[in-house]
């Protein structure tokens, strides 16, 4: 087989959804999809062959993208949700990755990945995009197979905390409607909120923040069945979908879910052998499937509405609590 020539390896990212962008050791960019383009605000001719630091900037200075950066150089960097600013004045919030890799023939070079939240949409032709990209990418490239499979794995996967991202969520709570028309069966749909997130931030940094989110996802990942689906919805929010899941029985869901939370100690990053804790708010309903039926509604976010009343509730009424309602039609 033919070794894949640097041209054809970056043509394998045009099609990704999210931000890719193709660094050499001294910085100088290489590569720029249309998704980081859309991210940034930037022209990818203006960008190839300059400095990386010249016109992304990270409030994480350590990324070896940036002028004094080495995270990342010698191995995959873990995820960082960072805030950034472009040269064209474009600012926002990205999930971003580091991962150094070698071509034959071709000096190293270091793929950077983003992706974007500062505000998660819905993509209706997300999963054909992706389905396209993963084809081309095994007929193109064989040397970085693993990298490959995982790249094509991130457009449903927050990577922050391991769970499903948004586009996951979208994806199965419709799936997970129409399942309980046919089965006729309740289904549980929870939205949840980590208490008091913005005052922990100025309180502790965003690093530590960062950190209550990975452990808040392990908490609820682990408190649930693994037919229950958990997914970050954005932010400090999570959502949690509970089939065949009557009212009295989401109740239960919801308390195990809160305990767990409230029961996790967070490593205090600044002070080793010290931890943090933090707390939940939850908003449930609990969805009939003749009500669903008779309703006709074919939107799920109308659904969303009533949970996220009851998670105000929740708020408004000290915290640390899950209020729980019949879905109704208002």
Known sequence: MKAVTLDNFFKIFDYFLDGILIINEQKDVLYFNNSAQG????????VIGKKSYDHFIFKNKDLFCMQNGSLGKDHQSQYYEV????????????????QPFN????????????????DEI??????KNEAKEKEIANETIFKIQDHLKEFSDMALKDQMTGLGNFRYFEREVVAK?????ITKSSLGLVIMDVDKFKVFNDTYGHQQGDEVLRYVGKALNGSVRKSDIVARYGGEEFVLIVPNCELS????VCEKV??????????????????????????????????????????????????????????????????VTEWSIN
């Open 39 to 46: 991210i940034f605000k930037l022209r990818i001719k203006s």
């Open 83 to 98: 805030d950034f600013s472009s040269s064209k004045d474009a600012t926002g919030k990205v999930q971003v990755m580091i």
């Open 103 to 118: 071509l034959e023939n071709q000096p190293p070079m270091w793929l950077v990945y983003f992706h974007n939240v500062s």
């Open 122 to 127: 819905s993509l209706s032709n997300a999963f």
């Open 177 to 181: 409607l129409n399942e309980s028309l």
């Open 249 to 252: 029985e989401l109740h239960i």
């Open 258 to 323: 809160r305990t767990s939370v409230e029961s996790i100690q967070v490593p205090y990053l600044k002070k080793p052998g010290e931890f943090l804790s933090v707390t939940i708010s939850l908003g449930g309903i609990s969805i009939s499937s003749e009500l669903l039926f008779s309703s006709g509604i074919k939107e799920y976010k109308s659904l969303l509405e009533q949970a996220d009343k009851n998670l105000y509730h929740s708020k408004e009424n000290g915290r640390n609590r899950a209020t």
